[in-house]
């Protein structure tokens, strides 16, 4: 791993309230034990014009979470770019092209997975009593379900979702986090490989197990 974060000079995370937006990037810093101070924030704050002047400042778009890493002189905005850097810096993204290219394909579906749950989510709210119960099994059906199905047979015969430990297995793991919460683990039972990757996270990587109930999470 390269040299990122310091107890003297820990990387600096801030991002919106709603903690599970940012699961994946702490689950990672976690996962790796790299020092990192984090910082919440409310909308209101994230419109105040002197937080705007740090986004314009940074040169990147002005959207959180952001990502200070001031060992390196770098300070990025948004998920997946902050996410491909810190796994770049970990080692976790290959060991050859064909290996990245076979990472950046699952990390963009698994964020296509992600996206469809939130969506759902948020548009379940217009509907009540029966036509929400009914949109919610034609999501099921029709999304959901293909999704994981495609996503457990993809999954490699092995420890890991690929052949080596990578970034995919953090982000595999926060999703189905993410859909346990919403969802439920019953969900989950017909997907064998979907369910041993998760007790195999949780039983080889320490940290991610300390994590996993700790009350700061979601």
Sequence with gaps: MEYIGSLDNPLRLIYFSCRGTCDVIRLLLVDQEIPYEEHNISGKDFLQPEFQQVLVESG???MLPYLSDSNNEVELTGSFTILRYLADKCKLMGKSPEERNKIENWLEYLQSLLHSVWDFE???????GIQQAKKKSQFLLETLHPMLKCIDEKIEQGIWALESYSVVDIVLYSAISVIIRSWGSDLLKPYIRILTHKKNMEKLRKQIDSFKDD???F
Aim: proline share 15%; glycine share 0%.
């Design 60 to 62: 990147n778009f002005p």
């Design 122 to 128: 948020n548009m379940s709210d217009n509907y009540t």
């Design 215 to 217: 009350p700061r999470r």
